[in-house]
Each structure stands twice: as C-alpha cells, then as structure tokens.
C-alpha cells in the first residue's frame, strides 16, 4: 500500500511540475512578446525620428549648400585675385631689376643671352660661377613655365632653352676647369706635391686634383674641410691625370629624364585650344635651332679631321712654337682619348666618362632607377678623369705651352676593357669616392647610389660596389670602375603611410599641421599663406627649419629633403591608399580648411574601416596651444548627401554609424561641426584669411591624410 501511494504522489507531483512549467513558459512568452513589442516601438520611434531627422536635413539643403558654395567661390576668387596680381608685381619687378638677366617668356631674350654668354671668353671661376647661376635661376624658372605650358609649341620651346643652358653651364665647367688646370704646376701643395683646390657657391662646389708628382704610393686624397674624398688605383696614381668632382645642390639629370619620359618636346600639360606661340617667336626659335645643329655637324667633322693638337707662341704668357718633350708626351697621349666637343649630345653635359656606354650589359642585370619611386637627395656629383693640360715651362724669358684642340680630354677608365663575356666580370674596381653627408638633408634608411647612364638618359644601380654607409658620422663610400656621375637615392614613399595626422588651430589663420609619418614625424606652422617646418630633431636641415616660405616652396623643400610626406598621382602604386569617394574626401578638405581657425581635425580608426562612400574624422572646436585631450574629441560621419556626429568614440569597440543623441543632421560637414561650436568659434571661422583657407586646403590636398593613413 505505501509503495502505491508513493506511485500516486509522484504522479501529482509531476503534473504540477509540468503546470508549472507551463506557466513559466507562458510568462516567458509574453515577457518575449513585450520586450519585442517594445523594440518594435522603439524602432519604429527611431525611424519616424531619423526620417524627421532627413526631412529637416532636406527641407534646409539648398540653403546649406548655398552657404557653402558661396564661401568657396568667394576665397576661390579672392586667391585667384590675388595669384594675379602677385603674377603682375613679380613681372614688374623682373623688369625694374634691369639686372641682364632675361625673361624666360621672351624667346628673343634668352636666345641673346646664351648667344652672348656663349661668346664670352672670361674664363676666371668668378665670373663663370655668377653666370651659371644666373643660368640656374632661368632653368628654375623654365621649367615652372614648361611644367605649367599648355600649347605643345610653347612646351618644347621651353624645353629646348632648359637643355642648351644645362649644355652651357657644363661648357663653362669645363673651360673654367681647363683654365685652372693649365697652371697646375705653378700651385703646387708643398705637402702632398700634388694641385688641389676648392670652388665653392651655394649652388655647386667644385673639387680638382692634378697628379703632379705621379707617386705610385698615392691611394687618395681628402678634402678635408668638404669631407669629399676619392681613392686611385695604382695605374691610375703614375699618369698624368687631373681629377675633378663637381657636386651640384641643383638635379639636370633627373630633369632630363622627366623630360623624356614625357616625350621629346612635350609639355606637362597638353592642350590643342593652347594659345598659339607667336610668329616672330617662331622664327627665332627655328632659326637658333637650325644654327645650332649646323655648329654640331661642324663640330664632329672637326673633331675626325683636325689634328688633335697645334701650337701657339707668344711672349711671357703665351706659348712656344717649339714644345718641350714632356708636352709632347702627353700630347700622344691625348691622342688616344676621347675629345668631347661642347655640342655633343645633349646629355653630354651630364656625362663623366664614355666608358660605361662601352660596357656591354647582356650579362648584367640593368638597375634602372624609377624615379617615381625614388628620389635624389643631396645634389649630383659629377666626376671626371681628365688628362692633366700640357704644363708652361720657362725658356729664355718665354712661356712654352702647348695647346690642344678640343680643350679638356677625358681619360677614358678603367684601363683595360673588362671582358663582359667572364661571369665574374671586373673584380677590381680602380676609384672610389666617400663623402660626409649633407645635413641640409635626412636619409630615413641606408643610402642607395646610382650612377648617370647618359647613353641611355636613365640612372642605375649597377657597376656600384663597396658601399659603406655609418649612419652615426653620416659618411658613405662607395667604389666604381670607373669616376661617373651618382647621385644618392631614396625612396620618395619612405615615410608613408602615416600612422595619425592632426591639423589643430593656434589663433585667428593659423594653425599646426602634424603628420606622424611611418618613420618621423613632420609638424608644420601655417600663418595665412606662409608656411614653417617645424623640425625637432637636434641637427639638420638648418636652411630649412624655422623659416617661412610658401606652401609651394615648402613642399618643393620637404621632399628634397628627405622627409616628404606629399603624394602624387603616382603614389598609389607604391602606397596602398584606403578606397575613399575622391569627390567626397575633397569636399572635406575644403570644408576642414574653412573651420581650420577654430576647429582640431584629426585621424580616426575607423575611417579606413567604413566603406568608400564614408569618411570618419575626429572634430572638435579647440583654441588652446596645448595638445587637443583626448576626451574633447568627437566622430563626425561624412557621407555624399549628409554629415552627423556619432554616438561611438575611438575608444569603442565596435564601429557603429548611430548619430549622437540629440543631434541633427546635415547636408554639409561645417553645418554639422556648428551645432556643438560655441558663438566666438563660428565667428572665428567667418574671419578668416582667404590665404589661409587656401594654404590650409592646398596642405590637405598635398598630402592626402584620410586616405594615406594607416588602419591601426
């Protein structure tokens, strides 16, 4: 009977477990139920707030937009305004100057200027240095008016006055250069028994050496204040030779090859609705062309017909007609070299020997340097190996020299023709040159050399070998076969992409633009349209670092520097850029820089983690020198039709494009920056410079920082 009744107790006990179970599960239900009907109402309740949200947006965005609008082309045409006159007081002041320098707009100048500099005998370093760089400067301006020359005609027109000047600086090199030579042995150091000496502006820096004594002992010389030096092999160090090393602060030969890569004679920019060159501009520019070629036909028919010497006589200063036996010597010796006539190829003036363009490169890997990708610090240097001038000698009261035709000949190196055919090719290189660095410029990494191939108008990377590089001392050597022109490269992306960026107001048109580069850091003080760098490392760049300049002059500067944080079209194939609508990053660099007086921009995470018709930037209004705290930052969403602040922060874990409570949106990101700025901030942006704005935008633009920005 117990065991029965305990069978009916758990019965009972299972059916009140089961009602139990039902009624929880019925409360389950209808708590579900509620919790559901309450997200559907809160849905439902943020839809019907966000369409209110859109129809306010649209009802006021024809009026945003005019706003907008109308404060772009109202600094759009002030600049242009500006840019005008600017262009007018610089032409005037070109022409007050009446300093002889030419207009590089007049064809009809700088065919008389090259005509007439061409025909100057003056031969002293003096002299022919103030010249080149008068020459300098035409180039520089040149190739601004070639880069910008949209009628075809007028581009080559440019660009044929750029080549006969670089052909003519390097004429006058080398007949200054001669000059010095001839009297090598009247200058004689009483310590090493050899010539040297030091040529020195701001823009080039010439070094000679004359091997007077031919010691087989002697490895090399350094110029000790420049911190240049070289070493010859021992075949070398018995001739007479004549070493020169021309370092240039200025690039021809990459110029050269931008040049050419857009084709012979081609501008920058093209257009067939270019203005047309004038007519009489035409007709100087064909004839000083025709003349030229015939000087050139002239000059090689010499050159194959002409004895390679002759000789002149005169009293005290002039020459002998009977040389001394050493002359002779050397004059047989002359011979055997090449004579390089001064209309020569066009990129003779940027060659240093013929010898690479005799090595055959069938079996070597050609290097050539893409210079997209990399770019030239330092200047160029230009070595040569000359063979030494026939010395003057005294005889009875006479001065004996004798003259060669051709004027410098250059000592064609390495002696023996190395066999191209053995896979080992040349296992001894006879020069080497090593030099301090600059600190007008900053190597990010290791060095990486390239020589002038001006056979082929290209710089490698071959024939170099035994390159050294202590970065603490910044000195680099290196070992040729031969004394060539080089040039140090570095990778013009080096400090891309950057790992944050920061453009923050100090006052009223100015503000401080920081890029954390991926290997430094560059910081940039704008005040309306002048520009510094900021540099905060201990030493270098002294011509460079608080200094004020335009932003184009800025730019030009960083990157030959060593520092660039500036892209280009070029830039996405060697930096991988988050895929962004370029219409839309654009329309927030230019709304950026009209707030720039009062509101802080910075990087965001998770810019690079929305799609591309997205773009999340930090935003606040600040007005304080110190760095922006980190909590007084706030998101802002920017899309093609509308801009909100987010309710997430960059502390959040996961990326959400929920607005800020309580906010609005609208149809431009100034709009939406204004309802969380203060009166004073608004007011701030409504004064300032249209310079400003533009320098600031034209920054953004340069640099690019919500696409070239890492992701982490």
């Known amino acids: 009977m117990a065991a029965k009744k305990k069978g009916k107790l758990s019965k009972a006990q299972k059916a009140k477990e089961e009602e139990e179970r039902r009624l929880k599960e019925e409360e389950e239900a209808r708590l579900q139920a509620e919790k559901e009907e309450q997200e559907r109402l809160q849905r439902e309740e943020k839809e019907r707030e966000l369409e209110l949200l859109k129809i306010k947006a649209r009802e006021h965005r024809i009026g945003e937009l005019n706003h907008l609008q109308c404060l772009l082309e109202n600094n759009h045409a002030a600049v242009t305004e500006w840019k005008t006159k600017a262009a007018e007081t610089e032409k005037w002041e070109r022409y007050m100057r009446c300093d002889g320098s030419p207009d590089p707009e007049v064809q009809r100048e700088i065919n008389t200027f090259l005509t007439l500099w061409r025909d100057d005998p003056e031969v002293d370093s003096t002299h022919v240095l103030e010249q080149c760089n008068i020459a300098l400067q035409l180039i520089d301006e040149l190739e601004v008016l070639f880069r910008a020359a949209t009628d075809p005609e007028e581009g080559q027109r440019y660009q044929e006055a750029i080549l006969h000047l670089q052909e003519l600086i390097r004429s006058k090199h080398d007949l200054t250069t001669e000059d010095i030579l001839k009297g090598a042995s009247e200058n004689i150091d009483s310590d090493t028994g050899n010539m040297q000496a030091v040529i020195s502006t701001d823009n080039i820096t010439i070094y ?232 007008s410029v900053v190597f990010l990494k290791t060095p990486k050399p390239a020589r002038w191939d001006a056979t082929e108008k290209q710089w490698r990377m071959d024939w170099i070998t035994d390159i050294s590089y202590e970065e603490t001392d910044a000195k680099f050597s290196l070992k040729m076969d031969s004394f060539q022109t080089f040039a140090l490269m570095q990778e013009t992306y080096a400090n891309l992409p950057f790992q944050s960026w920061e453009l923050r107001p100090l006052g009223q048109n100015s503000a401080l633009f920081t890029v954390n580069g991926s290997l430094i850091t560059v910081t940039i003080k704008i005040q309306e349209n002048q520009c510094m760098l900021l540099w905060e490392e201990e030493e270098g760049l002294p011509h460079l670092s608080g200094k004020w300049m335009s932003g184009p002059a800025l730019q030009k500067a960083i990157l030959n520097t060593g520092i660039n944080i500036f892209v280009n079209e070029h830039t996405d194939k060697y930096v991988s850029p988050v895929n962004k609508d370029p219409l839309l990053e654009n329309a927030a660099y230019e709304q950026m820089a009209l707030f720039a007086s009062a509101c802080a921009f910075s990087w965001s995470k998770w810019n690079s983690k929305c799609d591309a018709q997205n773009l999340i930037v930090q935003a606040c209004e600040y007005q304080d020198p110190d760095p922006v705290p980190e909590e007084s930052w706030s998101l802002y969403l920017l899309e093609a039709q509308r801009s909100k602040k987010l309710e997430i922060t960059e502390r959040s874990e996961v990326l959400s494009l929920e607005h800020y409570p309580g906010t609005e949106f609208h149809s431009t990101f100034i709009h939406t920056l204004q309802d969380n700025m203060s009166a004073g901030g608004i007011a701030r942006t409504r004064e300032s410079h249209y310079l400003f704005v533009h320098t600031v935008q034209s920054l953004l633009c340069a640099t690019r920082p919500l696409i070239y920005s890492n992701s982490e």
């Open 208 to 439: 000679l050496w004359a091997n007077i004594n031919k010691n087989p002992r002697f490895k090399g010389y350094v110029f000790e204040e420049m911190g240049l030096g070289f070493e010859l092999s021992r075949q070398l160090a018995v001739r007479d030779v004549a070493l020169r090393i021309v370092h240039t602060r200025y690039d021809h030969p990459s110029l050269l090859v931008r040049m050419n890569e857009l084709g012979t004679h081609a501008p920058i920019q093209s257009s067939p609705e270019g203005c047309e060159e004038a007519p009489e501009q035409k007709e100087v520019n064909e004839d000083e062309t025709e003349h030229i070629m015939k000087e050139e036909v002239q000059s090689i028919q010499e050159s194959d017909t002409k004895k390679t010497e002759g000789t002149s006589a005169q009293p005290a200063e002039g020459a002998s007609a009977q040389p001394a036996e050493e002359a002779d010597a050397q004059a047989a010796e002359g011979q055997q070299s090449e004579v390089q006539t001064q209309m020569e190829a066009l990129g003779a003036e940027l060659d240093s020997t013929s010898s690479v363009a005799q090595m055959s490169t069938s079996n070597v890997g050609v290097q050539v340097v893409d210079l997209k990708e990399y770019t030239p610090l330092g200047g160029v240097f230009f070595c040569d190996l000359f063979f030494l001038p026939p010395q003057a000698c005294q005889v009875q009261g006479w001065e004996i020299r004798r003259l060669l035709d051709g004027g410098l000949q250059t000592f064609t190196c390495p002696l023996e023709t190395p066999n191209m055919d053995d896979s080992e090719g040349v296992t001894t290189l006879p020069v080497g040159v090593s030099m301090t660095l600059s600190d």
